[in-house]
């Protein structure tokens, strides 16, 4: 095993290869630091009061709730699928709106995709809940409270009851049995997860559709999972694609982004977008001195680099070089930066080397890796019809320089036994020992 002494040469910040000036020693510079992802943060949860869009009070409201899907299908929302109460008919401590879930089944889950919240992140949702209160509901469907779920995905199945209602005093517009501050936690197994609630009120039980549990005031807050910095770049996580509430094939996001210039926007998710130093790979061969004396030669050193991601070849990302592709300028546009995708240079690396050293060269590579959203820009806005496409890209760094070592160390043993070996030269088969003569004409 050697034990090598080694010098560094770090290159300028890079716009292709290595650039720069010989030095001393490894770089012990930081890195740029990061947001804390260990803290508690708000989870942007769309339409939590379930007041949009704004209806006037009267009678139940079975209009579409934006960012709200019912079903499998984003942004549907007949009359078969939930109702709403105003504040002045939920009978809310705090007047807020109150949404009645409807019947026992999967196709009636009343259904978001929580933006901003990541897989491996812990979720708690917090709301409140009253059993029904139209008319429709019958004693005995109230008097023991009404059951319904709520599951996040990654998450259990929590089966919950509101409050018993025994005296049946709900039927009446403005009553309400509510409970606040109910809570479900759970850590997501999806970026995006999807977070449901579905009564379990029996059908004989529930009025046709019309006598179900009531939320109000959904709200969210999230601990994202520390940054993994683990990923090679060979095994990045896949991309994935949404359209309002439904999960969608990634390259159907990419034909719409890809449409226009102005189609979607992209968005870095900063703390986990960041550069680093991959590990030190040898570049080239082994060279050994074998001599009585000390060497100094010119290595030609060549560093190459290129980029890594999951994306269709349509999207343009990484790039070819050949052309720039609209979803490539909203990359550039939002990331601030533009990356040489392919990066390709040779340097002279002088070499001076001891008798009985051997000497190798390694190279190290400055990376980044960006990670983040492609969201579209709807006209109107509205977030049942909003595309989303989360991505992973590795490339080149624009602010870190390669890395190139020059190693010596001493010889390993079989590496001393091959400069200890014979000069190869022919044999002399008769008269090795004997002195040398004059006679030339033998020759």
């Known amino acids: 095993m050697r034990t090598p002494h080694t010098r560094v040469w770090t290159g300028a910040v890079r716009t292709v290869g290595i650039t720069g000036t010989l030095c001393l ?5 930081a890195q740029p630091s990061h947001a804390d992802t260990s803290a508690s943060r708000p989870v942007a949860v769309i339409n939590g009061d379930f007041a949009l869009p704004a209806f006037p009070p009267g009678s139940v409201n079975w209009a579409a ?6 079903g499998s299908t984003a942004g549907s929302g007949t009359s078969s699928g939930v109702g709403r109460y105003a504040g002045a008919q939920s009978g809310h401590p705090d007047a807020k709106t109150a949404l009645m879930l409807r019947f026992p089944l999967a196709t009636y889950g009343f259904k978001q995709r929580l933006r901003g919240v990541r897989a491996g992140a812990q979720v708690t949702v917090t709301f409140d809940d009253s059993p029904g209160i139209a008319a429709a509901c019958t004693p005995a469907a109230v008097a023991d ?3 319904y779920t709520v599951e996040g995905a990654g998450g259990p199945v929590s089966d919950r009851t509101t409050a018993p209602d025994p005296d049946k005093k709900l039927n009446t517009l403005g009553k309400g049995v509510w409970r606040t501050g109910q809570t479900y936690t759970f850590t997501a197994s999806e970026h ?13 039980a529930n009025a046709n559709g019309n006598c179900g549990p009531m939320i109000a005031d959904l709200r969210a807050v999230q601990t994202p999972p520390p ?24 390259t ?10 102005g189609r979607c926007t992209f968005t870095p998710d900063k703390p986990y977008s960041y550069a680093y130093y991959e590990p030190a790979q040898v570049n080239s061969g082994t060279y050994i001195n074998c001599t009585r004396n000390a060497l100094t030669r010119t290595r030609p050193i060549t560093v190459g680099a290129t980029s890594y991601g999951d994306l269709p070849a349509a999207a343009g990302l990484p790039g070819s070089g050949t052309s720039t592709s609209n979803m490539a300028q909203q990359f550039t546009a939002g990331s601030a930066t533009n ?13 001076v080397l001891q008798p009985s050293e051997a000497s190798w060269i390694e190279t190290q590579a400055g990376r980044r890796r960006t990670e983040g959203w492609f969201t579209s820009n709807p006209t109107p806005a509205d977030p049942n019809t909003e595309w989303r496409l989360y991505t992973v890209l590795d490339h080149p760094a ?8 020059q190693r010596t160390g001493p010889m390993t043993p079989s590496e001393k036994q091959r400069c200890t070996s014979d000069r190869p030269t022919a044999s002399t088969p008769v008269g090795a020992g004997a002195p040398a003569g004059t006679n030339r004409s033998l020759r």
Request: include cysteine; proline fraction near 12%.
């Open 25 to 29: 020693g490894l770089s012990t510079a």
């Open 65 to 70: 709730v934006q960012g709200w899907s019912v």
């Open 145 to 147: 409270g009404q059951p």
């Open 192 to 204: 995006e997860p999807l977070l449901t609630f579905t009564s379990q009120v029996p059908a004989n």
């Open 227 to 250: 940054v993994d910095k683990t990923i090679p770049k060979t095994a990045l996580p896949p991309s994935q694609a949404f359209y309002g509430n439904d999960s969608r094939p990634v």
């Open 252 to 261: 159907e996001a990419v034909s719409h982004c890809n449409s226009a210039p």
């Open 339 to 351: 990356p040489p995708w392919t990066t390709t240079a040779t340097e002279n690396v002088t070499e």
């Open 398 to 405: 624009t602010e870190l320089s390669d890395r190139v070592y």
